[in-house]
């Protein structure tokens, strides 16, 4: 799935400069715990949390995820965005709940992946 | 195996905000490297691992990462309260954090499990009131 389909189905907004391009997802996870997260093995992921702390990022960055989401109408701190900027991530914030962010996303084929 | 170099790094206690810094810059050089894709990232995770538990457990520390043509060692010592029982930490979900910690987005008792799931080898040693150190090494051809 293409972030521009990501941002779509999840009526989410972006908060950060990084361009979508033509980024392809192929699986997602969803955790506020970051070790939770980390445990998710698969590449080209998406990350769906409501912890709004820079942390989510630099765990994305571990994981060489592309686009992390921010579900139930979480907003982004300042030192969250400046970080995802520099390491070029994806953030996008939606009003939806965890489960159906998750729920949509995975409706519209995107699968939740292998742990590794 | 030589060596192709060494990095050191302090890692500062309860310095959440900066947390995960010694991480990003030991994937990078690691990325400079040239090393595959797979290696990196769980070279990264399991040294993220260890280094947050170094901020919000240990009171801080060192890192140390020597890298080899074809493995990383990651050497995590902390002089924080040490792990009475090592077995008992390293059972998935098993977790000391307060909640402050898990506001934070950490303390699911995943931490060393998953440092440990990352690695070729670990070695933990901890002493109470003296602290613990980690030694990861995980191999590029693995």
Do not use: W
């Amino acid at each position: 799935m293409k972030l521009d389909q990501v941002l779509e189905v999840l009526e989410a907004q972006i908060c950060t400069d990084a361009p979508l391009n033509d980024i392809e997802i192929l699986a997602a996870c969803g955790s506020d715990l970051m070790s939770d997260a980390l445990a998710f093995g698969e590449n080209k992921g998406l990350l769906l949390t409501g912890l709004n702390n820079p942390q989510c990022i630099r765990t994305a960055e571990m994981m060489d995820i592309h686009c992390v989401v921010l579900v139930r109408g979480k907003e982004p701190d300042d030192a969250l965005v400046t970080l995802a900027n520099e390491k070029e991530i994806v953030v996008m914030r939606t009003d939806f709940s965890m489960y159906t962010s998750c729920g949509r996303l995975y409706e519209a084929g995107l699968s939740g992946g292998d742990i590794s | 195996m030589s060596q192709v170099l060494t990095q050191k790094y302090v890692v500062g206690a309860d310095d959440f905000a900066a947390a995960g810094a010694a991480s990003a810059a030991v994937k990078k050089t690691l990325k400079q490297l040239n090393f595959p894709v797979d290696f990196i990232r769980r070279a990264s995770i399991a040294m993220y691992e260890g280094e947050i538990n170094m901020v919000i457990h240990g009171g801080g520390g060192v890192a140390s990462v020597e890298i080899y043509e074809d493995c990383v060692k990651i050497i995590l010592t902390d002089k924080g309260p040490g792990i009475p029982d090592i077995e008992q930490a390293m059972q998935e979900g098993y977790s000391t954090a307060t909640d402050s910690i898990r506001e934070l987005g950490f303390g699911a008792g995943m931490g060393l499990p998953n440092i440990k799931k990352q690695s070729d080898d670990f070695e933990i040693t901890s002493e109470v009131d003296k602290g613990t150190t980690l030694i990861i090494t995980i191999n590029s051809n693995s």
